[in-house]
């Protein structure tokens, strides 16, 4: 799918790109999407753990620039100091925390200790005369106490997240300068003189640092496509619809999710949707509850029958006397003695799409189609009837990797002869050879259109695990955790 194109670097963000509140809070928007995707608190905490793993991944080695200071000391002159190869090598994190809050998600990193090494020399001069003696050393830094806190601010700018570090801050408790090699214990004093500047420094890279990943995500974000293609027809809109909106703790956000073909539209006032509260996962609540009206399933019919994708020839079928006018003999004879011994073909063509309701114990699908039945007369082709059928089937739902895919099972049908040029026969009469024919051929053949299903608006890089699948008035929702999978 098309979100793969995000490179992985960046992809820690998204989930949270995905689910935090929008700067302007307080506007409140009546758009809602078909789909929508519910990151509960065990989600946002997952993210969370991901985007501080990866943010202290790419802070260290972190280079900080070099730093020089010059003193005056009485009777003896003047000495200059100067701190380089400053690295800041090594950063652990104890606790973080992740906040819905009304400007924006509000992440916040406490009790972290970082290591930093950096070499150190100093030069001087006395008043007998401009003369410099120079020693150096190695210096080993301990901070203690850190803590990172910054905010991060969604909002859907034209169908696209938009996504700014609004409030950044970081601060050190302690800062412990432990000096290796020269006359250590003489210049400890005034490499403690460097405790601001390096305190300064450190703060200031790691902000930088995260404002930059932030923005690099939001540019990121900007790029998604607004549609993922699913095949050679059908696309399915993945352009953000409203404000994302946040719970105490979890947050929502909605996409349009309709199937659209190149180059028409949907007309979206056909398909009604609700608008209940769409978290319904039950305990455990897993990470994330992605809710789709079956608006989203009629549009995919919609488009797939409008492209004309919706016929098909039928001239093998596991039994084949049921292709040869001869199978017919004795249920429909004036066939047989018009044609006998010919061979058939089945032409089936939806007359509308299939229409798809969703209710609290199932899925129902109703098929609407036209079975032309055609003689092959040597080497001729004769339509000799149409039957229209009704075929109601229920949907199966399963989860495949990160694709939605489906199964359906025969329910009832319904049989009308629409016109014949071999005169008038029952319907009730070939009710039985029909149901084989639906059972064995005709649901085979949807199932393996359908069990390839769509995928799921996921994030590529991530995975679902343990997704559970639930049904109810006009929607379903998948119940998932997820995992991170590219390295
Ligand atoms: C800088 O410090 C690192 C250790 O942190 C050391 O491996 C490296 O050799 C130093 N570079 C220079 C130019 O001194
Ligand atoms: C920092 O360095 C000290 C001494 O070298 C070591 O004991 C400590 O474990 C290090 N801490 C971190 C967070 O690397
Ligand atoms: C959020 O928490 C407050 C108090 O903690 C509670 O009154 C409110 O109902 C909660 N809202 C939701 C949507 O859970
Ligand atoms: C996709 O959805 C958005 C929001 O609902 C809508 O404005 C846009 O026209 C849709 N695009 C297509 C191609 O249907
Ligand atoms: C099949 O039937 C449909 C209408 O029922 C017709 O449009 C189409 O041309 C037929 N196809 C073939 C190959 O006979
Ligand atoms: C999720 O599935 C894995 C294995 O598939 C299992 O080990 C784990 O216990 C499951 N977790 C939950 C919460 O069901």
């Known amino acids: 799918m098309a979100l793969s194109s995000v490179p992985l670097s960046c992809l820690f963000l998204l989930l949270l790109c995905l689910s935090s509140r929008p700067a302007t809070a307080g506007r409140q928007s009546d758009a809602r999407g078909f789909i929508s995707a519910v990151v509960t608190e065990k989600g946002l905490d997952f993210a ?36 380089s190869n400053i690295t800041l090598a090594h950063i652990e994190v104890s606790s973080s925390t992740i906040h819905p809050g009304d400007s924006g998600v509000v992440i916040e990193v406490t009790g972290a200790a970082a290591n930093l090494s950096m070499d150190w020399s100093y030069a001087w001069s006395t008043w007998l005369g401009p003369f410099e003696i120079s020693d150096g050393g190695r210096a080993s830094i301990q901070v203690k106490g850190m803590e990172v806190g910054f905010t991060v601010s969604m909002e859907n700018q034209e169908g696209s997240l938009k996504m700014a570090v609004t409030d950044c801050g970081c601060h050190m408790e302690d800062i412990l300068i432990t000096l290796e090699g020269g006359a250590s214990w003489f210049y400890q004093g005034l490499v403690n003189a460097f405790e601001d500047q390096i305190r300064a420094a450190v703060e200031t890279a790691i902000k930088k640092k995260t404002i930059e990943g932030i923005s690099k995500i939001d540019s990121l974000l900007q790029k998604l496509p607004k549609e993922v293609r699913v095949d050679d027809i059908v696309s399915m809109n993945v352009t953000f619809v409203g404000e994302p909106s946040s719970g105490n703790s979890s947050v929502e956000f909605d996409i349009d999710g309709l199937f659209t073909d190149a180059h028409k539209v949907v007309v979206s006032n056909l398909l009604h949707m609700n608008s209940e509260p769409s978290n319904l996962c039950e305990e455990p609540i897993p990470m994330l509850g992605i809710s789709l009206n079956e608006a989203v399933f009629n549009s995919a019919s919609i488009v797939y029958f409008e492209a004309g994708r919706m016929h098909w020839i039928v001239d093998k079928v596991p039994d084949q006397s049921l292709l040869n006018t001869a199978g017919w003999r004795f249920i429909v004879p004036q066939l047989y003695k018009k044609y006998p011994n010919d061979d058939m073909k089945l032409n089936i063509s939806l007359s509308s799409p299939p229409v798809i309701k969703i209710s609290r114990k199932n899925i129902d699908a109703s098929i609407f189609a036209d079975m032309t039945v055609n003689v092959l007369d040597g080497s001729e082709v004769v339509p000799v009837a149409c039957i229209s059928m009704v075929v109601t089937a229920s949907g199966v739902p399963e989860i495949l990797g990160n694709n939605l895919a489906a199964s359906i099972v025969l329910g009832d049908f319904t049989l009308n002869l629409k016109w014949s040029k071999i005169g008038n026969f029952h319907m009730h009469l070939i009710q039985g050879v029909m149901r084989v024919f639906l059972n064995n051929v005709f649901i085979p053949y949807v199932n393996t259109r359908l069990r390839r299903g769509f995928p799921l608006p996921i994030i590529h890089g991530f995975a679902l695990q343990n997704a559970s699948i639930l049904y109810s008035d006009s929607r379903i929702v998948v119940c998932t955790d997820l995992m991170f999978t590219e390295l």
Not at 50 to 71: C, G, I, R
């Open 48 to 83: 969370k753990d991901l985007l501080v793993d990866q943010a202290v991944h790419t802070l260290v080695p972190l280079h900080l620039a070099n730093m020089e200071k010059s003193f005056k000391i009485p009777l003896m002159g003047g000495i200059r100091v100067k701190m």
